[in-house]
T-cell receptor
């Protein structure tokens, strides 16, 4: 089934540890995004990639990094986790045109303790 | 700054009609999206408006007025499964999606 897959689905992480959230899509979408969703706040863009080989910073990029080595994969890395990074993380993809919607992965619930 | 406002929570009765409003102030406009998100799940696409007017899709309709920076999502013949959060998002001049905090819709029997 075509779609977008995230791993892990949930994780408890000690502060200071490094963690990579994985995201893979098989829809050949050019654009991919990482969002975090916190209670009472809208989805906030962390990083994005409009096409393989390029990345850009979103609204809340500090403490996070991404890479886009190929079309399908867009991993998000927390270099040294802090409790304020406790959140639900969603990866999304779209074909990049303005009229089409973004498709979301099932989310990763991350707790930093 | 960019801002999208939606009511935090609404309650409606099964079988009734509910209108969820969204107002926005963004740097540029390249379309407005509505998504549905059930608790603990990912957002899923409902509708897209780029021109003024009403878009109808079954029980759901979405309206846009660009001059007023305003949209609404209309849900008819409400069912219990419609209990969810409804997210309004605007694509800005950089083609990035700016999201509202979402409206939690509670359906009562």
């Amino acid at each position: 089934i075509a779609g977008i897959t995230q791993a892990p689905t949930s994780q408890i992480l000690a502060a200071g540890r490094r963690m990579t959230l994985r995201c893979t899509q098989d829809m050949r979408h050019n654009a991919m995004y990482w969002y975090r969703q916190d209670l009472g706040l809208g989805l906030r863009l962390i990083h994005y990639s409009n096409t393989a080989g390029t990345t850009g910073k979103g609204e809340v990029p500090d403490g996070y990094s991404v890479s886009r080595a190929n079309t399908d994969d867009f991993p998000l890395t927390l270099a040294s986790a802090v409790p304020s990074q406790t959140s639900v993380y969603f990866c999304a993809s779209s074909d990049g045109s303005s009229s089409t919607e973004a498709f979301f992965g099932q989310g990763t619930r991350l707790t930093v303790v | 700054g960019q801002n999208i406002d939606q009511p935090t929570e609404m309650t409606a009765t099964e079988g009734a009609i509910v209108q969820i409003n969204c107002t926005y102030q963004t740097s540029g406009f390249n379309g407005l999206f509505w998504y549905q998100q059930h608790a603990g799940e990912a957002p899923t696409f409902l509708s897209y408006n780029v021109l003024d007017g009403l878009e109808e899709k079954g029980r759901f309709s979405s309206f846009l007025s660009r001059s007023k920076g305003y949209s609404y999502l209309l849900l008819k013949e409400l069912q219990m499964k419609d209990s969810a959060s409804y997210l309004c998002a605007v694509r800005d001049s950089n083609y990035q999606l700016i999201w509202g905090a979402g409206t939690k819709l509670i359906i009562k029997p």
